[in-house]
């Protein structure tokens, strides 16, 4: 079974302070991995997603994100963060191939707020 | 523009009540999920559908139905609602066996039983 951990629940910065999120996942064949940002009674919004190549990948908004496969990560970076970059950010994982594609397992999120 | 749209956006329901989520893409995506998204819990699959007419479950479906009656439609059925199933429900649309693997979100359905 896949799974996903965000070992940080809350994160606080200050506007312009560089950011990362931590995304540790489990998943036994190549995963294909998600980060989404979820605003203030809001859905969910895709940041960038990830399954092969280069694994620094870009995504909207300034953020990229980092594969590991040695240490099981894909971490969420941004250079220097903007007040209304405040918000949940969920890491997941879905199987890359087969009848569970699309399937998509979460972390429990994390709540990023930056300081104006 | 690529839309999933979910109705209602808030919902107060009984216990033992009867809740119908709706949910209406515009994306022409095979497949359809529910999500429910819990404090401590993230979110969790309650059901999917691979297009018209299919229903499976997903990690969480007890208590819960679903219906798919067309490609732009997916129902989620509280058939005895319990104040357990106080959430706030997403839906969401997407085509993995087009390449298409992020699941595009609706805005979330918040239900409140009481």
């Known amino acids: 079974a896949q799974s996903v951990t965000q070992p940080d629940a809350r994160v606080t910065v200050s506007e312009g302070a560089s950011l990362q999120l931590r995304c540790k996942y489990s998943?036994?064949?190549?995963?294909?991995l998600f980060w989404y940002v979820q605003y203030p009674r809001q859905g969910l919004q895709l940041l960038l997603k990830?399954?092969?190549?280069?694994?620094v990948v870009q995504g909207v908004n300034g953020f990229e994100a980092e594969f590991s496969k040695s240490n099981s990560s894909f971490h969420l970076r941004k250079a220097s963060v903007h007040w209304s970059d405040s918000a949940v950010y969920f890491c997941?994982?879905?199987?890359?191939?087969?009848?569970?594609?699309?399937?998509?397992?979460f972390g429990h999120g994390t709540i990023l707020r930056v300081h104006p | 523009e690529a839309a999933v749209t979910q109705s209602p956006r808030n919902k107060v329901a009984v216990t033992g009540g009867k809740v119908t989520l709706s949910c209406n893409q515009t994306?022409?995506?095979?497949?359809m999920y529910w999500y429910r998204q819990d404090t401590g819990h993230g979110l969790r699959l309650i059901h999917y559908s691979y297009g018209a007419g299919s229903t499976e479950k997903g990690d969480i479906p007890d208590g819960y139905k679903a219906s798919r009656p067309s490609q732009e439609n997916f129902s989620l059925i509280l058939e005895l609602a319990t104040p357990s199933q106080t959430s706030v429900y997403f839906c969401?649309?997407?085509?993995?066996?087009?390449?298409?693997?992020?699941?595009?979100f609706g805005e979330g359905t918040r239900l409140s039983v009481l």
């Open positions: 969401a649309s997407g085509d993995p066996g087009q390449g298409d693997q992020a699941p595009l």
């Open positions: 990830y399954y092969s190549g280069d694994p």
């Open positions: 994306n022409n995506h095979n497949n």
């Open positions: 998943y036994s064949a190549t995963p294909y």
């Open positions: 997941a994982v879905s199987p890359l191939t087969g009848a569970n594609t699309g399937k998509l397992t």
